[in-house]
Every structure is written in structure tokens, then in C-alpha cells.
């Protein structure tokens, strides 16, 4: 059974950093896509970014470009998402989010596995 446990939430500052994993388990992730979306309150929930297992390739929601970087480490099964320069906007709970296919969908439908979530607060 695949299960995927984000850690690495908190309260920060506007302008500060924080760093969100990923870890999976119950299968290798080998040319499958990973993702990282959030929810805000009263919202609906939004793509982040993403990234390919196997190519390393990677993308970004408009609103967090320059700002997120999303990597893997193969070795641990782990992805990561390192934010910086938060936002205010940024507060939301935060999903890891694991796809049987190779392609980086911008929708959560396409995403088989799910994480418990993790809040992230970013106060003003």
C-alpha cells in the first residue's frame, strides 16, 4: 500500500523560508510524477508544482515561480519543496501527491495517492 507522509510545516514570517518533504512508501517511484498542492480555507484546491521521478523534470504553478523549487532524492523516496520568500497567499495546507503515470498534471484528479497534508502559516 503506498502511503506518502509530509512533514516540514509551520508557522513563518512573510519573507521566510520553509522546506516541505515528501516521504513515500510501499513502492518505487521510478518514471511516475509527483506533485505538491495546497488548499487554502474557502478555496479550492491548487496545483504547486511538480516534477518527473525518472527525468528530473519539473513545474511550477505562475504564482510561486522563482519563489519554490521542487527536487527528488531517488535514494530515499523523497520530494521535497523548498519555498522561499513567502507570502502571506502562501498559507494553505499543503499535499504531497504521487501519479501512476509519467505526466505532470496541473489537475489532482490524475493523482492516485495522497498525503495526510501538512499547514503551512505565513503571517504578515
Known amino acids: 500500500q503506498v502511503q506518502l507522509v509530509e512533514s516540514g510545516g509551520g508557522l513563518v514570517q512573510a519573507g521566510g523560508s520553509l522546506r516541505l518533504s515528501c516521504a513515500a512508501s510501499?513502492?518505487?517511484?521510478?518514471?511516475?510524477?509527483m506533485g505538491w498542492f495546497r488548499q487554502a480555507p474557502g478555496k479550492e484546491r491548487e496545483f504547486v508544482a511538480g516534477?518527473?521521478?525518472?527525468?528530473?523534470?519539473?513545474y511550477y504553478a505562475e504564482s510561486v515561480k522563482g519563489r519554490f523549487t521542487i527536487s527528488r532524492d531517488n535514494a530515499k523516496n523523497t520530494v521535497y519543496l523548498q519555498m522561499n520568500s513567502l507570502k502571506p497567499e502562501d498559507t494553505a495546507v499543503y499535499y504531497c501527491?504521487?501519479?501512476?503515470?509519467?505526466?505532470?498534471?496541473?489537475?489532482?484528479?490524475?493523482?492516485?495517492?495522497w498525503g495526510q497534508g501538512t499547514q503551512v502559516t505565513v503571517s504578515s
Open positions: 501527491a504521487a501519479s501512476n503515470g509519467a505526466i505532470i498534471f496541473r489537475t489532482g484528479k490524475n493523482y492516485e495517492y
Open positions: 510501499g513502492r518505487t517511484f521510478s518514471n511516475d510524477a
Open positions: 516534477i518527473n521521478w525518472n527525468s528530473g523534470i519539473t
